[in-house]
């Protein structure tokens, strides 16, 4: 089927929550965001009353990471696009620091998303031009880094983000299909470098590599993708079964160690991995994480085992696990306490370990 204004509405109407109160579209300049653009400035003749999908406002964010000459380039075009759509369009400029291990593609990203996340206001909708061949590419990479399910999920067309939600409509869309669609904006958009780059991952995957699998699997964008929606399905169960497990281990803030005992170390791990993610807290690696429970579960009663990565750590205290800062503050001089009949004195840091009486 041709991608269209018609297909396009439904793909929004399936994929934006109900609730929403605008569009804000990431656009780089190139062919993929200068098409989504188009496409939903031009959607009035298939909108209700207010015009545009729903009568919602549409905007359009530009990120400018200043890593190449031709960032200037894609300014314009950006500018250029939106004074012909009528959109609005605002300019943001990030720096990006690459940490020791991440790359600048990662960096980049991290820097790009971080900003369209703050400013992002609430219940707005993120809308991205991630595509079917976006997603199958994703899927390759999550697989060769040793991704588990959630990774081989790779992208979901909504999900939580900032004040609002990230939405990705476009995802099921073939990538020459919406090349086709943006074909009337030649002028409106740039080449990016970045992506002809075969230093970077996705590009080599992408130059070097995809034409090989489409001539030997023509299908395999299609598949590919399917495979990603499967794992994504798996996730979900693998999430339900979690939340129930952290349920039944919870004391107070924290879980019971005697219970993830008991619990088969695949399902202990998933619990734990969702325990974290619930406190906004990234999991460390799979072998960390086990590194972590053996020292857990292996310390002698007397001590009190902690386990670091970044600036979080788990923490063992009187059979229960706790997730707490990586460095608790000292109590520094004296305190006051007046010692009556039922009174406390706090001698932790809020986020560590419960006070003691």
Same mark, same amino acid.
């Given at each position: 089927?041709?991608?269209?204004?018609?297909?396009?509405?439904?793909?929004?109407?399936?994929?934006?929550?109900?609730?929403?109160?605008?569009?804000?579209?990431?656009?780089?300049?190139?062919?993929?965001?200068?098409?989504?653009?188009?496409?939903?400035?031009?959607?009035?003749?298939?909108?209700? =009353?207010?015009?545009?999908?729903?009568?919602? /406002?549409?905007? %359009?964010?530009?990120?400018?990471?200043?890593?190449?000459? !031709?960032?200037?380039?894609?300014?314009?075009? $950006?500018?250029?696009? $939106?004074?012909?759509?009528?959109? =609005?369009?605002?300019?943001? #400029?990030?720096?990006?620091?690459?940490?020791?291990?991440?790359?600048?593609? %990662?960096?980049? *990203?991290?820097?790009?998303?971080?900003?369209?996340?703050?400013?992002?206001?609430?219940?707005?909708?993120?809308?991205?031009?991630?595509?079917?061949?976006?997603? %199958?590419?994703?899927?390759?990479?999550?697989?060769? #880094?040793?991704?588990?399910?959630?990774?081989?999920? !790779?992208? =979901?067309? $909504?999900?939580?983000?900032?004040?609002?939600?990230?939405?990705? /409509?476009?995802?099921?869309?073939?990538?020459? +299909?919406?090349?086709? &669609?943006?074909?009337?904006?030649?002028?409106?958009?740039?080449?990016?470098?970045?992506?002809?780059?075969?230093?970077?991952?996705?590009?080599?995957? #992408?130059?070097?590599? &995809?034409?090989?699998?489409? !001539? #030997? &699997?023509?299908?395999?964008?299609?598949?590919?993708? *399917?495979?990603?929606?499967?794992?994504?399905?798996?996730?979900?169960?693998?999430?339900?079964?979690?939340?129930?497990?952290?349920?039944?281990?919870?004391?107070?803030?924290?879980?019971?160690? /005697?219970?993830?005992?008991?619990?088969?170390?695949?399902?202990?791990? @998933?619990?734990? *991995?969702? &325990?974290?993610? +619930?406190?906004?807290? +990234?999991?460390?690696?799979?072998?960390?994480?086990? +590194?972590?429970? *053996?020292?857990?579960?292996?310390?002698?009663?007397?001590?009190?085992?902690?386990?670091?990565?970044? @600036?979080?750590?788990?923490?063992?205290?009187?059979?229960?696990?706790?997730?707490?800062?990586?460095?608790?503050?000292?109590?520094?001089?004296?305190?006051?306490?007046?010692?009556?009949?039922?009174?406390?004195?706090?001698?932790?840091?809020?986020? $560590?370990?419960?006070?003691?009486?």
């Amino acid at each position: 089927m041709s991608f269209s204004a018609a297909s396009l509405y439904a793909l929004l109407e399936s994929s934006v929550p109900e609730g929403a109160t605008g569009l804000v579209v990431a656009l780089s300049g190139g062919a993929d965001s200068a098409a989504l653009l188009a496409g939903l400035a031009g959607l009035a003749a298939h909108a209700g =009353p207010g015009g545009g999908f729903r009568g919602l /406002p549409l905007r %359009a964010v530009h990120i400018d990471h200043g890593l190449q000459a !031709a960032a200037s380039e894609f300014r314009e075009a $950006c500018k250029h696009l $939106c004074e012909h759509l009528g959109v =609005p369009l605002e300019l943001i #400029r990030v720096e990006v620091q690459s940490e020791a291990g991440l790359s600048i593609e %990662a960096a980049a *990203r991290d820097a790009r998303y971080a900003a369209l996340a703050a400013q992002l206001q609430p219940l707005e909708c993120l809308l991205t031009a991630h595509h079917r061949q976006d997603q %199958a590419e994703t899927l390759l990479l999550q697989a060769l #880094r040793g991704a588990g399910v959630k990774g081989l999920s !790779a992208m =979901p067309v $909504c999900r939580v983000f900032g004040l609002g939600w990230h939405v990705r /409509p476009v995802l099921d869309v073939p990538h020459d +299909e919406l090349l086709k &669609w943006g074909g009337q904006l030649e002028d409106s958009k740039v080449i990016d470098p970045m992506n002809e780059d075969l230093r970077f991952d996705r590009t080599y995957l #992408r130059k070097a590599i &995809w034409p090989l699998i489409e !001539a #030997r &699997w023509p299908g395999a964008e299609i598949a590919l993708s *399917r495979s990603a929606r499967h794992m994504a399905e798996a996730q979900e169960l693998l999430d339900r079964a979690a939340a129930a497990d952290v349920a039944r281990l919870r004391d107070g803030d924290a879980l019971s160690v /005697p219970a993830l005992r008991a619990l088969p170390q695949p399902q202990r791990m @998933n619990a734990i *991995r969702a &325990w974290l993610s +619930e406190a906004g807290v +990234e999991a460390p690696s799979t072998a960390r994480l086990i +590194e972590a429970l *053996r020292q857990v579960f292996d310390a002698d009663a007397d001590h009190q085992p902690a386990i670091v990565w970044g @600036n979080k750590a788990l923490r063992r205290y009187r059979q229960r696990l706790f997730l707490t800062e990586a460095d608790c503050p000292r109590l520094d001089g004296a305190r006051p306490w007046a010692t009556a009949l039922g009174s406390s004195i706090a001698m932790h840091c809020p986020s $560590c370990l419960p006070a003691m009486s």
